[in-house]
């Protein structure tokens, strides 16, 4: 059973990390605007793989090597400030008044969990914040990650449908006017993809926090 001394800091925690602007947040917009809530939720389903991948590193201890490889960690971190940039490119070299071809869901899937494999925030946030919350005094650790986990995950869950429906409903109004405002802010979500890599690559630490890790 978790205690609200324990359930309310990391509460908060998780809120402010979900709601800080990151490659999910920006990503998931991009693909809503401009191929539906569909190829959005396809979206989401990857990035929620993503997370569930880090939490299952996070309890059974893969994330340290993270911590005792620096490179590991330092590979991942730059991989995931190219793969934005790549995908600022090619969000703005897609921006066309025509119609959108129809989504390939599996590729958005796909993308979706790389995008979020590559994500300093994610790797960051299981390997040195969730152990923190760990309390063996209360139970079984294994088991408190795992709920802690789990609703991490359905708080992202929730703030990423919110995103993708918010942006999917403003698709039709954005193809009112020949698509014109729709390329415009396909070009202003690729410069904010663009400043997202800068500001991932500038705001992440060199070298991987140190874990607690999850005792078990």
Do not use: C
């Not at 939720?41 to 490889?69: K, Q």
């Not at 590991?72 to 190219?82: E, K």
């Not at 897609?94 to 119609?99: D, F």
């Not at 590729?107 to 590559?118: A, I, K, P």
């Amino acid at each position: 059973m978790l205690s609200l001394g324990q359930l309310i800091p990391f509460l908060l925690a998780v809120a402010l990390i979900e709601l800080t602007p990151g490659p999910n947040m920006g990503y998931l917009a991009v693909v809503a605007s401009q191929s539906g809530r569909g190829a959005g939720m396809a979206t989401v389903a990857g990035v929620t793989l993503g997370l569930v991948l880090y939490l299952m590193a996070s309890v059974f201890g893969l994330s340290e090597a993270a911590v005792r490889w620096p490179w590991i960690y330092q590979t991942l971190r730059w991989a995931g400030v190219a793969y934005l940039l790549w995908l600022a490119v090619d969000t703005w070299r897609g921006a066309s008044p025509e119609a959108s071809p129809p989504p390939d869901h599996r590729s958005l899937f796909l993308r979706g969990l790389l995008n979020n494999l590559l994500n300093p925030k994610a790797a960051v946030f299981y390997v040195a914040l969730l152990p923190g919350f760990i309390r063996p005094q209360d139970g079984l650790p294994l088991v408190q990650a795992l709920v802690l986990g789990s609703i991490h995950i359905m708080i992202s869950v929730l703030i990423h449908t919110t995103i993708v429906l918010t942006a999917s409903h403003a698709r039709s109004a954005l193809q009112s006017d020949n698509g014109k405002s729709r390329v415009f802010l396909q070009r202003a979500f690729a410069v904010g993809l663009a400043a997202i890599a800068l500001w991932l690559a500038i705001s992440t630490p060199d070298v991987a926090p140190v874990s607690s890790s999850v005792p078990r």
